[in-house]
């Protein structure tokens, strides 16, 4: 039986190995009948290497950050947020990949901040925006929340049709986990987004807690950031030890 580490680079190696094979079919078939093919197949075949090649960009970027994260490089800026303009700047990005899907953005009522790196925290974001589209079968709904919480400012992302046992929710946050029945062959991914995830949540003093309803078939994802206060700044705080000042 297979190891998780061979698991996963047998995984990393099919999920190079896909978009590869697309790019160059189409490349091959465009150049040999260029003449023969129509505007609209043309844009068609254009569209997917496009798509393909973002598939490699993102999977090349994944893997980048797993180094930076397991070897402390990652350099974190924090700074004040606005919670619900970066949670609506990474729908955003985001419909752009998923247009078949609705997701419903309840934003809270009150303008609230964290503090926190904003390029990280987009990041946090988006994969897992992406992977609530991609793991909600049949539904194209993603229902979204942004609220206070104490000390903490809280992101809610929420898909249906999906359901995570009690005892993955432990592991699905390990590198190199992948759990069958939520993470199927047919979906795309290196299964490294959720790593990253928290582990840069960790980083900036945050946390990510998943809440997954076995009834109703839906999973929730919760996102905590530090509440953005004016007198930390004058503290030397930081970032896992980095100081604020």
């Known amino acids: ?49 496009l798509d393909q090649s973002q598939r490699l960009i993102n ?11 397991d070897s402390n490089s990652e350099n974190f800026i924090p700074i004040k947020i606005n919670v619900n303009q970066i949670m609506q700047n990474c729908i955003n990005i985001v419909q752009m990949a ?16 964290s503090l926190a790196d904003n390029d990280k925290t987009q990041q946090i974001l988006i994969n897992i925006l992406d992977n609530a589209a991609k793991y909600s079968n049949n539904s194209k709904v993603i229902d979204i929340k942004t609220y206070n919480q104490g000390d903490y400012n809280v992101f809610s992302i929420k898909n249906y049709g999906s359901y995570i046992s009690d005892e993955n929710i432990n ?28 582990n840069l949540a960790d980083k900036m003093n945050g946390k990510i807690e998943v809440v997954s309803d076995k009834k109703n078939m839906t999973c929730e994802f919760l996102v905590y950031l530090p509440v953005y206060e004016v007198e930390k700044l004058t503290r030397n705080i930081g970032i896992k030890g980095e100081s604020l000042v």
């Open 171 to 198: 592991k699905i946050f390990d590198k190199f986990y992948r759990v069958d029945s939520y993470i199927s062959s047919s979906t795309q991914g290196s299964g490294l987004g959720l790593y990253i995830a928290k």
């Open 98 to 113: 998923h247009k078949d899907f609705s997701f419903k953005f309840d934003k809270s009522k009150n303008e609230i901040f």
């Open 59 to 69: 999977l090349v970027e994944n893997v980048l950050n797993v180094a930076k994260i």
């Open 1 to 49: 039986m297979k190891n998780i580490k061979e698991e996963f680079i047998s995984t990393l190696s099919h999920e190079i190995r896909t978009p590869l094979t697309s790019i160059k079919g189409f490349s091959q078939t465009m150049l040999s009948s260029w003449d023969k093919l129509s505007d609209e197949k043309k844009k068609e075949f254009l569209n997917i290497i």
